[in-house]
């Protein structure tokens, strides 16, 4: 819950007729399920240790693609009695690409970037690359969690009473992303023996009613809880599972409902008036041009989907845009869309992406 103390423009109420549309439960026959959020990281032999060391997060599945130069490193913290099978084996592979209702970080590696000393990403938070804010995770105890974690020399952004917004904290990993640490609610299926959760992925979107249309009605969200300030309002989404009550997303319950959930929710942060100015635009975290300073950081969110074919065709009829096509490359298991702020999405078919038996 990064927030930015711009003021942009006129002070305004957020979109009531969209958010009484989007708030509702969707009707999702391809499947989407959103599945990973993917971090660009510098050297994997700090990143992956940091994550399970301190946030209790577990190797979930590995890939190296010499051919390419890059390896991926899936990071998730399973369900409360889950048992998760080996990484790297046939079974977590299939693990991973059938998640339903939970998601993971995707740590992706460039080879030799942990030996340059230039090598730096963006987090996504300072100009010319702010866009994506941060992953965040709850906690029992976001006060103990903090000491422990500064303890242990884990630095910070923000300790919990600090700023404005007391009881919430902002940690950083080795590549100074941004974690944000959260209370969880009593009222869990989390165990307070399971010391934390993946709970969101925040990124700034430029007009909500367009980045609320895509993600609820193209991709199945619905807004779940919706929390307004003078000068920025930030809509969770997340992809409730059929048959589920939940609140009315501006109601007093609607901030417990979320604190309550497994599944990690996406933040979309609007910082009131960018809607108006033609010239305004937020960083996908893909482009670089290291002479103005613009750096590659965030890289997408991931959408499991039952049938890929279905899910593109679909898309197109709604005319979304592709950064990559299933018949583009090398992967025809997956597919790339852009939000309406240019984020990329990617679109991956449900037990499709499969390597492991041509190792």
């Given at each position: 819950?990064?927030?930015?103390?711009?003021?942009?423009?006129?002070?305004?109420?957020?979109?009531?007729?969209?958010?009484?549309?989007?708030?509702?439960?969707?009707?999702?026959?391809?499947?989407?399920?959103?599945?990973?959020?993917?971090?660009?990281?510098?050297?994997?032999?700090?990143?992956?240790?940091?994550?399970?060391?301190?946030?209790?997060?577990?190797?979930?599945?590995?890939?190296?693609?010499?051919?390419?130069?890059?390896?991926?490193?899936?990071?998730?913290?399973?369900?409360?009695?889950?048992?998760?099978?080996?990484?790297?084996?046939?079974?977590?592979?299939?693990?991973?690409?059938?998640?339903?209702?939970?998601?993971?970080?995707?740590?992706?590696?460039?080879?030799?970037?942990?030996?340059?000393?230039?090598?730096?990403?963006?987090?996504?938070?300072?100009?010319?690359?702010?866009?994506?804010?941060?992953?965040?995770?709850?906690?029992?105890?976001?006060?103990?969690?903090a000491a422990d974690?500064?303890?242990?020399?884990?630095?910070?952004?923000?300790?919990?009473?600090?700023?404005?917004?007391?009881?919430?904290?902002?940690?950083?990993?080795?590549?100074?992303?941004?974690?944000?640490?959260?209370?969880?609610?009593?009222?869990?299926?989390?165990?307070?023996?399971?010391?934390?959760?993946?709970?969101?992925?925040?990124?700034?979107?430029?007009?909500?009613?367009?980045?609320?249309?895509?993600?609820?009605?193209?991709?199945?969200?619905?807004?779940?809880?919706?929390?307004?300030?003078?000068?920025?309002?930030?809509?969770?989404?997340?992809?409730?599972p059929p048959g589920?009550?939940?609140?009315?997303?501006?109601?007093?319950?609607?901030?417990?409902?979320?604190?309550?959930?497994?599944?990690?929710?996406?933040?979309?942060?609007?910082?009131?008036?960018?809607?108006?100015?033609?010239?305004?635009?937020?960083?996908n975290g893909n482009?670089?041009?290291?002479?103005?300073?613009?750096?590659?950081?965030?890289?997408?969110?991931?959408?499991?989907?039952?049938?890929?074919?279905?899910?593109?065709?679909?898309?197109?009829?709604?005319?979304?845009?592709?950064?990559?096509?299933?018949?583009?490359?090398?992967?025809?298991?997956?597919?790339?869309?852009?939000?309406?702020?240019?984020?990329?999405?990617?679109?991956?078919?449900?037990?499709?992406?499969?390597?492991?038996?041509?190792?």
């Open positions: 819950m990064h927030h930015d103390q711009i003021q942009r423009g006129k002070i305004r109420t957020n979109l009531p007729s969209a958010l009484s549309h989007s708030s509702r439960h969707k009707a999702n026959p391809v499947g989407f399920t959103l599945q990973q959020t993917m971090l660009r990281i510098k050297d994997p032999a700090k990143s992956v240790p940091f994550y399970e060391k301190n946030f209790g997060f577990k190797l979930l599945h590995k890939y190296d693609f010499p051919q390419w130069n890059f390896s991926l490193f899936f990071l998730g913290i399973p369900r409360p009695g889950q048992s998760w099978p080996e990484p790297g084996t046939k079974e977590s592979e299939e693990a991973l690409w059938s998640m339903k209702y939970q998601s993971c970080l995707e740590l992706t590696h460039n080879y030799g970037t942990e030996n340059d000393d230039n090598f730096k990403v963006n987090n996504g938070n300072l100009e010319p690359n702010r866009g994506f804010g941060h992953i965040a995770v709850m906690t029992p105890d976001v006060y103990k969690a974690l500064e303890a242990d020399g884990v630095a910070f952004h923000k300790r919990p009473d600090e700023g404005r917004m007391k009881g919430l904290a902002f940690a950083l990993d080795p590549d100074g992303y941004w974690i944000e640490i959260i209370r969880r609610g009593e009222s869990s299926e989390v165990p307070k023996e399971i010391p934390y959760t993946l709970a969101q992925t925040m990124f700034r979107v430029k007009d909500p009613k367009k980045s609320i249309t895509f993600y609820c009605d193209v991709l199945k969200m619905s807004v779940v809880r919706v929390s307004k300030m003078s000068d920025f309002t930030n809509y969770f989404l997340a992809q409730v589920e009550e939940f609140p009315d997303p501006e109601s007093e319950e609607a901030p417990d409902y979320v604190r309550n959930m497994y599944p990690q929710v996406l933040e979309l942060t609007h910082n009131h008036g960018t809607e108006d100015d033609p010239d305004f635009s937020y960083h482009l670089e041009d290291k002479e103005k300073g613009i750096l590659q950081g965030f890289g997408h969110t991931g959408f499991i989907v039952d049938d890929l074919a279905e899910a593109v065709a679909f898309l197109d009829e709604n005319k979304v845009p592709f950064r990559k096509r299933p018949e583009d490359g090398g992967m025809r298991e997956i597919a790339f869309a852009l939000d309406p702020d240019g984020y990329s999405v990617e679109i991956i078919q449900k037990n499709g992406f499969k390597l492991f038996n041509e190792k």
